[in-house]
């Protein structure tokens, strides 16, 4: 089920600049790690990183109704998404600022990440640059109510 | 970071009713498979047992440019998710077809879902009636859109 | 305004079995009968036995603002939609559940169908397992915004 | 199921002002029509008016797979919604421009509805108007997107 | 970066028509005032016509985060949008109602531009008209939601 | 209608940066300035450094059904928006495809932007890898479609 590879996509990460399985040796898929214990422990790393006690409350929340999804959480959306190398956490976190500005039906989440984006280095400003743009390409409503999010998260974090 | 599970979800499916690593005698996380090559093989299987081979055909087309992105709909999105026990695979794909339906911006999705309930035992006319009640839930425009996939996906099928 | 019917949709009711005027006697397609009456009865029973009260309530409260508009939910909704036979309730309450967890901004009609589920006997387990479904389709903020509104259900439902 | 009317809704449509079943003299439910034959009838004439042979086809192309739902939206579509007096047609056919553009999921509805507004009297320039105004409220592409169906319809209407 | 007119569009309002600045005798470009303080003037007295006080609250508000969106919302929404001929101000809030009622996700921006809609002249029932016309067109429970959003304008209106 | 600014909001130019009138000479914040050619060019700049020949093909376009929309994609859309200092221009582009992929109801501007994307130096990996992301955000669906996108635009670039 392979198929060719496009030339132009030079800069795929290579298995050596990915952690995994070290008893895994092939290279043509460098960013399954066939252990889950890696992922779990990439991703509860990348988790606490990112999102801090926000996040890590959010997937404990969960464990009562849906322990399996608290897992995905983990090992899929940090493990093996979030974790990945290729682009950077700060361009991470606006890119998912941006969308769930976008979406405008996510704020929890949106408030985590504007968390998470604090927590990785970006700065207020940036995070509003990103809310503004959103003004552009899914209009005035879903940037205003993206707004009033993150003065709430500005505030906590300064109050 | 555990909580307690809410006493109503008695039905969560026990580590015994679940396949899972055979070393694994732990019964906490019943759907975290710790062996990736687990999750990969029921991944394909039941990848293929849905969508057959358009399906596969989405996977292997998407290796080019993403290659870890077509393990994550194995591995992921069949392996963890629509594997699950817990509901059956005509429910699943019912589910699948409403949310597409409702969305409206996932067309090749929903025809590769159209053709995967059919494999799964749906009968054309329950994909219909899906299909009609989100005329309720998302209105007439996103029903008729789905319809016209529906119906291709069937003359193919009889064609 | 008539064209033919495609022959593989086998199952869709034909001509003969759709009593179209109130002559016709024959009562195995209530769903297109001609008398409001009928729909008025039949959309208030479906209505009563998939969202017992708490439809009953949203509906009730419509009728200040837009009384037409509650007649519509009851005649359209439940009579027309809800009411008709080729797909089982059970499989109806899932897929509204599908719909609008990912569509992610109806919460109250969420709930609503939730326990609507519950009526109807879908088990807890199946609510959950179309939500954590809907990760793949409508990504995880969508999914973990209705666990929230399922776990209130649930809470209520065995407080 | 009655509560009590708004006091300010003082201009809710009264029994005598609803075109109804010349036989039903009750007020208790001015907009529904008792008999499927008055509904349909209207519907049809409705959708005639507004959208013309382009919404007959896509009525038209509905009944091979789904002649239930060509039903629907002839009687409730078009037969209780479109029909209702208290908005004039003008501005419903703007409205629903309105929403369409917004969704940015709806392209054929769009130009069906393009057409019907020019059908019921709407100049060109509101139509562009109203997509223009989009752009503030669901950003630049979906107004751009919404433009390029305007400007078939346009050359169509105009070639 | 000119392309010639669709002759069609013969009535895009001419220079002449538009309200700009005075010295401006130059055709090309009817609708780009080139003062800013004329955008500015326009936009404020504009969002004051339509929103009255809670426009101008949210806008207010914004300025503590964002001054420069802000002045977006006066400058670009009022001052070039809102403002333009072509299309009188009861459809363009009708239309703002029925986009934002389809959308789903900006009840704060519908509350207010159903304020707005009552400011230039609509009447409550017509609100309600597009909102119940949305059921068709979004669903219900797009709908439904917004009807909420009415009732307590309306109620607040009368109250 | 001036409210106190947020003391964390650091970064936010102040007043005194704010070239608000045309006697204001200081350069440091030109997406202010009062006169609109100074938008015009600066937008026009703009434009051409993100998307080149295709975003100005697509405002080319514009020009005969709508050119003032025209005029405000590249006035406010770019000279005020996209122009902002605060922001690199490679978050800003990776930012809009995050959006425009979540969205999933743009792909002609989806494709713009990642040939923005290109032009102002994100390596194509990097632009692989926000769609990816969102497959956590938005769904598998939305992720996979503009994946379609991302490789139609890289064969270009590279065919």
Redesign the interface.
């Known amino acids: 089920?392979?198929?060719?590879?496009?030339?132009?996509?030079t800069?795929?990460?290579t298995p050596t600049t990915f952690p995994r399985d070290p008893h895994d040796t092939d290279g043509?898929?460098?960013?399954?790690?066939?252990?889950?214990?890696d992922r779990r422990a990439r991703g509860l790393r990348t988790l606490a990183e990112i999102t801090g006690e926000s996040g890590?409350r959010?997937?404990?929340?969960?464990?009562?109704?849906?322990?399996?999804?608290a897992?995905?959480?983990i090992?899929?959306?940090y493990g093996?998404?979030?974790a990945?190398p290729?682009?950077d956490r700060?361009?991470?976190q606006?890119?998912?600022?941006?969308?769930?500005?976008?979406?405008?039906?996510?704020q929890?989440?949106l408030r985590v990440h504007i968390v998470g984006a604090l927590n990785v280095g970006c700065?207020?400003?940036?995070v509003?640059?990103?809310?503004?743009?959103?003004?552009?390409?899914?209009?005035?409503?879903?940037?205003?109510?993206a707004?009033t999010v993150?003065?709430e998260v500005?505030?906590q974090?300064?109050g």
Chains 1, 2, 3, 4, 5, 6 share one sequence.
Do not use: C, H
């Not at 043509?28 to 214990?37: I, L």
């Not at 700065?123 to 940036?126: A, D, I, T, V, W």
């Open positions: 089920m392979k198929s060719q590879r496009l030339d132009f996509v800069d795929v990460p043509t898929r460098p960013e399954v790690v066939s252990y889950g214990d890590e959010v997937v404990d929340r969960l464990r009562d109704i849906a322990p399996d999804f897992d995905w959480i090992d899929f959306s093996d998404v979030m990945r290729g682009l700060r361009s991470r606006l890119a998912t600022i941006a969308a769930l500005t976008a979406l405008g039906n996510a929890p989440q700065r207020p400003q940036e509003i640059e990103v809310i503004l743009q959103m003004a552009v390409f899914a209009g005035f409503p879903a940037a205003i109510n707004l993150a003065r500005f505030e974090a300064t």
